[in-house]
Structures are given as C-alpha cells and as structure tokens.
C-alpha cells in the first residue's frame, strides 16, 4: 500500500513538474516577447524601463496584478465568479502534462496523450461559458456566447486532423509518434512520415492541407487575432473577462498564453517532429548520449516558440473576422476539407 | 414547448473603447442582430454657442480650437473666414498661403487619425500606430509653428498669430516626400487586405440620396459617390488656385457607399491634400501676417454664414452682429452631428461588429457633436 502511494505521489509530483520548471517562466517569457514583437513590428521600443532592456516588465506586471483589489460586483454569481478562472488555468495547464518534452522527460506517458490533450484543452471552453454567466454582463454574455460557439465548432475540425495523423502514425501516444519522426528531417510527418516508399510521397500534399487546417483551428481555438471575436476589444470590450480583475484576470491572461504553446506543442509533435533535432545531435557526435536528452529539450521548446512567435506575428497583423464569417469559414470549408482529406489519408495509408 | 425570446437592450458607451469619445448608444439587439441604433449625445457639451455670446469676436478663436479638435486648424480656419466676410477684410496673400498650408496638413493628420483608429476598430492595431507615427510629425510641424501640439490658436481674423519658423518650409517638403511612402504602406497593410474588405465592403451602405436627405458632407458623402467638396465647388480663400481631384467612392470592393468606400476616400484624400501642400509650400509670397488684423472688431449690424471643407465635412458658421463687439449669436454647423444622425438607418439589421465598424468608418469627434 506504501509503496502504490508512493508511486502515485511520484507520478503526480511528475506530471506537475513542467508547470513549475517550463509554463510559468514561458508565461512570463511570452507576455515580453508579444510586446517586443509587437513593439518591433510597429516601429516603437516596446518595454524599456524595469530591468535590462525592460526584462523584467512583466514580473513587475504580475506584482501589480497581485498587489491589485480583486473587485467582485455585486449582482455577480459569486460562486460561479470565483470558480471560472480556477477551471479554466486547470484546463489549460493539464494539458502539459501529456506533452513530451524529450525522451528522458514525459510528465506523463500515457498512450491516450493526443486524445487526453484534446479533452482537457476543451475544459477551458466550459470556464469561459462559467465566467461570462456568472460576470452577469450583458458584454461578458455576448463574449461567453461567441466562446463557446467557437470553440466548440473549431474542435471539429481539429480532431479531424488528429484523427488523421493517428491513422498515419498508427498511434495515440505522443512520445511513440515523435519516437517515429526520429534520425533526420524528412520522416517529420509533415514529410511523409518515416516509412520510406510511394505511400510517403503521395502523403506529403495531405498532410501539408491537415498542417496548415490545424494551424488555422488551433488559432481560433486559443482565441487569437483573426479568432479573437470573444475578446474583441474594440467590440465587447474584453468579452468573458470584461469584470474580471487582479489575480482572476491574470489566470485567465495566462491561461491564454500556456494555451498558444500547448497548441504549438501538438502542432510541433504532430507534423514537425516532436523534440527531435532536425539534423542529428551533438551528443553523438561527442559520444555524450546525456547531452541527448538536453538537446531534444531544445529543440522542442525552440520549435514551440516558432509557432507561438509565428502566432503574436499574425495578431499583429491581420484585423479581426466577424462572427458569422468564423463560422462560414469553419463549417463552409475547414471541416468539408478536413473531412474529405481524412478519407483521402486513410485510403492512402491502406495501400 | 416554445421559448420565450426578447430583444435586449445594450448600452455602448459612454465608456466603451470604439465610441471614439463620450457618445452613448443604445442598441436594441436580437442575438448579434441590431434592430435599432439610438445615439444619445450631450455628455461633452460645454456650451460653445452660448459662450460666445459673452465674448468679443477675436476671443472666439481659441474656444473653436475645441469643437473639432482634431482639427483645430480647420475650425479656426472657417471662423476667421466668417467674420472676416463680415467685416469684408481682405487678408495678405501670405496668410492665405500659410492658411491652406496649415489647413491640409491638418486634414491629413486628422484623417490619419481616422483610418488608424478605424483599423483599431476592427482589430488591427499595427496600421494605427503606423498612423500616429506620421501622424506625429505633422504636430511636431505645428508645434514648431504654434507652441501648441493640438489646440493651436493659430489664425487669427485678419491675420495670423504667429509667422512661419526659419526652415519650416522645408521641413513639410521632406514630410511630403517621405509620406506617399507611409500610404503605400498603409494600402498594403490593411486597405487591401482580405479579411478587412470582408469586414467593410458592403456593410452600412448609405446610398447618395439617402445621404443628401439627411444632409451629410465631407468624405461621408463623397464616399457614396457624391462629388461634393467646397474647396472646389465654392472655393473659399485660394483653393481655385490649386489643381486637385475630389476622390469619390467607386464602389471598388463591393456597393458604392460602403464602409470600404468611406475608408479608402479618406486613403485618396490624404494624398491629395499633399498635392495642395506642394503646390502652395514654394508659392508662399514675402508679406507680414499680422498687418492686416484690425485692432478693434466691430462688424456692421447683419448676418454671415461662411463655410469651410474640414476634414470630416461642412464645417458652418451663422454669426448675427448686432454692431456691438461681442457676436449676438454663433451658430455652428457641425459636420460629426449632421453625418451622426444617419447611424440608424445605415446600422439597422447588421451585426454588433458590423456597428463598430460603421461608426469607426463615420469617423466622428464628439468635441463637435456636443460642443
């Protein structure tokens, strides 16, 4: 009995640890590098002042979010009010714990990984709708009601494509399909997949089409620009946050952000090769096989900023769509093709 | 079992990020769809009209700075030129010059300003700080001008207050230059990128008929396709000396008078007004701005209206003397009111969204709307 407690306790001091090693200072890292980025991009500095090239902006950021009045109104459900972000940072940040960061380190291994991310990360949605009830805003109402009209519509088309690399991969255990993707850059199964034969070549266009589909999904599933419709500043002012403050607001600002990499993760391990390097390792090479394990930790977190960048790069560029055109775009294209793509891929694959 | 349904009443404003200022609006909603638009106005209103009654005819001048103060050049502009036609003054040709120099500057840093927060408007922020950057260099101008980076003070009847700085002239030559530049960007970066021309072509369209009912000016107007601009329909000071188009709306991404079209007219008039600013900026003759500012006001008893082409339309002033030093009344004309009170007709039955954007695209400065 001792021992199953034990096991169990390791297990979850595990799948917790990138929480604390990786997501909170990426939270932090993310929250400066949108600013420079955006910064850049508009011809102005961005944060300057606190620390080193204002380094330290958002650490100063978040102590102001914890020194501030958390402001409850009145007519608001409190209960429900003080539950929301709790559920919705749960649902974002259990998602992690299915992502393999290297072979040597996997918060949890279980062979279900792709599918458990799917259903946590769907968790959030019931947060926001949770949030935007209780606020009693008739704003908050409006940004809960384009939430979860969205999210739940672009889930489709993402499980589509999922569904289609697991016919692929043959799995739904995530470190078993970046295991797959492993030696060199064209068996990533955005090329093809390892198997070296016809099959490879005619998958290749297929696959490219569910690439850029689950990039497009997973951007209206995190809520950002051109999706940001439950947000909408200019609009709704902040949608399901817009009675939030203090440290509530910042659970549901960062949940925002761990979720952009939770999805580039998936993006990274289903099309780019998980954490593996695109031209061999150092440790080899030097006969060190433990710098292996450091290396893929690289290579993973570096391709997961690649797609979080790539996604701050398109917020500040593009204007935002309209309810009714997200939806056109979602049911009129992405599922049909998603759909007919899948069947495509899995003929394939029976060859 | 049958639900029950209701529309629900939503207050945008007067707090709200994309009511441009102070303006309330009530919409009557069903699901995202609006059924009615209500403006409710007021809450900037400072009494203008009234206060002019207490004050003789030069201290006018600063109080118009605020009515739109985007463009205080434009205001003082149509003020001066008022009482000027009721004093019949003629004013050096220098004045005149450094006036419509002033004048179109003004218009492009007032219309910058319009498209940037328009683009904000409909989530693209990176085109309005492009706007404010330029946007920047054009108050710096003025600034230098002036003292004053936004209420300026700077015309005065008769005259001007103040005469041009050693080397400002080729300053506006080097922001001409560089600005054609910054359009090019801007039509890259949003006038033309698709999923904006979705959010604006054919939303809110005000047909031309539509607009002259309810009395619309400016690019308002001329987005419907209207070729209305009293700079060259009833030129005013200098402006038939100039050679410029009026750019109408052509209905190039969907109905003429959409909101694109209301967009983009202001894009084009940018440019044109940098054509009246280089043409006038080597033209400006030698003369002394402040000879021709009486010392004392006092107009013969009688009525004046006198208009001018401010960037958001007809900016009017009514001014009765009754031979005193003070004005027995001002009345103003305000371009933002008059193209305000189309908003229910041209918002009924679109989206939420599609309300921002509409009233983003009429572009309106409440300073004016309440006075």
């Known amino acids: 009995m001792n021992e199953l407690l034990k096991d169990i306790l390791i297990n979850v001091l595990l799948a917790a640890a990138p929480l604390f090693l990786w997501i909170l200072p990426y939270a932090l890292l993310a929250v400066y590098l949108e600013r420079k980025v955006s910064a850049f991009m508009q011809d102005r500095l961005g944060p300057m002042r606190v620390g080193k090239y204002g380094l330290l902006q958002t650490i100063a950021d978040i102590l102001k979010l914890l020194q501030k009045e958390d402001i409850t109104a009145d007519a608001v459900d409190k209960k429900l009010f003080n539950f929301a972000p709790v559920l919705v940072f749960i649902g974002s940040y259990a998602a992690f714990a299915a992502i393999p960061f290297s072979s040597i380190y996997i918060g949890s291994n279980i062979d279900l990984g792709i599918f458990y991310i799917l259903a946590v990360s769907s968790l959030v949605v019931a947060g926001l709708l949770l949030g935007a009830w209780a606020s009693n805003n008739k704003y908050s109402l409006y940004g809960g009601l384009r939430t979860a009209a969205q999210i739940v519509s672009y889930e489709i088309p993402t499980a589509i494509v999922v569904l289609s690399l697991v016919i692929v991969a043959g799995t739904l255990n995530l470190k078993e399909m970046s295991e797959a993707q492993t030696a060199n850059i064209f068996n990533w199964y955005i090329f093809g997949g390892p198997e070296l034969s016809l099959k490879k070549f005619i998958l290749i266009p297929f696959l490219l089409v569910a690439a850029v589909i689950y990039f497009i999904s997973s951007l209206a599933e995190v809520n950002r620009t051109p999706f940001d419709i439950p947000e909408a500043e200019s609009e709704i002012i902040g949608g399901y946050h817009t009675e939030y403050s203090g440290m509530k607001f910042a659970f549901f600002f960062l949940a925002e952000y761990a979720n952009m990499f939770a999805v580039s993760a998936v993006i990274t391990v289903l099309f780019f090769g998980g954490y593996q390097s695109p031209f061999g390792y150092l440790g080899n090479l030097l006969n060190m096989p433990w710098l292996i394990g450091l290396e893929q930790i690289f290579w993973f977190l570096f391709k997961g900023m690649l797609f979080v960048f790539v996604q701050m790069w398109l917020r500040w560029t593009l204007p935002r769509l309209r309810v009714d055109q997200l939806m056109a775009l979602c049911w009129r294209y992405l599922i049909p093709i998603s759909l007919v793509n899948l069947v495509i891929i899995a003929f394939i694959s029976l060859l | 079992?049958?639900?029950?349904?209701?529309?629900?009443?939503?207050?945008?404003?007067?707090?709200?990020?994309?009511?441009?200022?102070?303006?309330?609006?009530?919409?009557?909603?069903?699901?995202?769809?609006?059924?009615?638009?209500?403006?409710?106005?007021?809450?900037?209103?400072?009494?203008?009209?009234?206060?002019?009654?207490?004050?003789?005819?030069?201290?006018?001048?600063?109080?118009?700075?605020?009515?739109?103060?985007?463009?205080?050049?434009?205001?003082?502009?149509?003020?001066?030129?008022?009482?000027?036609?009721?004093?019949?003054?003629?004013?050096?040709?220098?004045?005149?010059?450094?006036?419509?120099?002033?004048?179109?500057?003004?218009?492009?840093?007032?219309?910058?300003?319009?498209?940037?927060?328009?683009?904000?408007?409909?989530?693209?922020?990176?085109?309005?700080?492009?706007?404010?950057?330029?946007?920047?260099?054009?108050?710096?101008?003025?600034?230098?001008?002036?003292?004053?980076?936004?209420?300026?003070?700077?015309?005065?009847?008769?005259?001007?207050?103040?005469?041009?700085?050693?080397?400002?002239?080729?300053?506006?030559?080097?922001?001409?230059?560089?600005?054609?530049?910054?359009?090019?960007?801007?039509?890259?970066?949003?006038?033309?990128?698709?999923?904006?021309?979705?959010?604006?072509?054919?939303?809110?369209?005000?047909?031309?008929?539509?607009?002259?009912?309810?009395?619309?000016?400016?690019?308002?107007?001329?987005?419907?396709?209207?070729?209305?601009?009293?700079?060259?329909?009833?030129?005013?000071?200098?402006?038939?000396?100039?050679?410029?188009?009026?750019?109408?709306?052509?209905?190039?991404?969907?109905?003429?008078?959409?909101?694109?079209?209301?967009?983009?007219?202001?894009?084009?008039?940018?440019?044109?007004?940098?054509?009246?600013?280089?043409?006038?900026?080597?033209?400006?003759?030698?003369?002394?701005?402040?000879?021709?500012?009486?010392?004392?006001?006092?107009?013969?008893?009688?009525?004046?209206?006198?208009?001018?082409?401010?960037?958001?339309?007809?900016?009017?002033?009514?001014?009765?003397?009754?031979?005193?030093?003070?004005?027995?009344?001002?009345?103003?004309?305000?371009?933002?009111?008059?193209?305000?009170?189309?908003?229910?007709?041209?918002?009924?039955?679109?989206?939420?969204?599609?309300?921002?954007?509409?009233?983003?695209?009429?572009?309106?400065?409440?300073?004016?709307v309440d006075r």
Request: hydrophobic content about 40%; proline content about 5%.
């Open chain 2, 1 to 368: 079992m049958s639900l029950k349904t209701e529309e629900l009443v939503l207050n945008m404003g007067p707090q709200h990020p994309s009511t441009h200022g102070v303006l309330r609006l009530e919409l009557l909603v069903d699901g995202e769809i609006v059924k009615n638009v209500t403006p409710h106005l007021g809450y900037l209103h400072r009494c203008f009209e009234k206060h002019t009654e207490a004050m003789q005819y030069f201290q006018v001048v600063p109080y118009t700075d605020r009515l739109d103060y985007l463009a205080s050049m434009g205001n003082n502009f149509g003020y001066v030129l008022t009482i000027e036609k009721l004093l019949n003054l003629k004013v050096p040709e220098r004045v005149e010059y450094i006036r419509v120099i002033v004048a179109e500057l003004q218009r492009i840093a007032s219309h910058l300003v319009a498209i940037g927060t328009f683009g904000i408007d409909v989530g693209a922020f990176t085109p309005f700080l492009f706007c404010f950057r330029d946007r920047e260099i054009i108050l710096n101008l003025l600034e230098e001008l002036t003292g004053a980076r936004f209420l300026y003070n700077f015309m005065a009847v008769g005259g001007l207050n103040y005469d041009l700085p050693d080397g400002w002239t080729e300053k506006v030559k080097d922001f001409a230059k560089q600005f054609r530049n910054t359009i090019k960007e801007l039509n890259d970066l949003l006038s033309f990128n698709k999923i904006f021309i979705e959010r604006t072509a054919n939303v809110g369209i005000l047909p031309a008929d539509l607009a002259i009912n309810y009395g619309i000016s400016g690019p308002m107007l001329r987005a419907s396709g209207v070729k209305y601009d009293i700079r060259k329909n009833a030129p005013y000071s200098i402006y038939d000396r100039f050679d410029f188009e009026i750019p109408v709306g052509k209905g190039l991404k969907g109905t003429v008078g959409d909101t694109w079209d209301r967009y983009f007219v202001r894009v084009l008039e940018m440019e044109q007004s940098l054509n009246i600013v280089e043409q006038a900026i080597d033209n400006i003759p030698e003369g002394d701005v402040k000879e021709a500012i009486p010392k004392k006001i006092k107009p013969p008893v009688g009525t004046v209206y006198g208009r001018v082409e401010n960037p958001r339309g007809e900016l009017g002033f009514f001014v009765v003397s009754d031979g005193g030093v003070n004005p027995f009344r001002v009345k103003v004309r305000p371009p933002s009111f008059c193209n305000l009170s189309v908003i229910n007709e041209i918002c009924k039955n679109n989206l939420v969204s599609d309300v921002v954007a509409i009233l983003g695209s009429i572009d309106i400065v409440l300073g004016e």
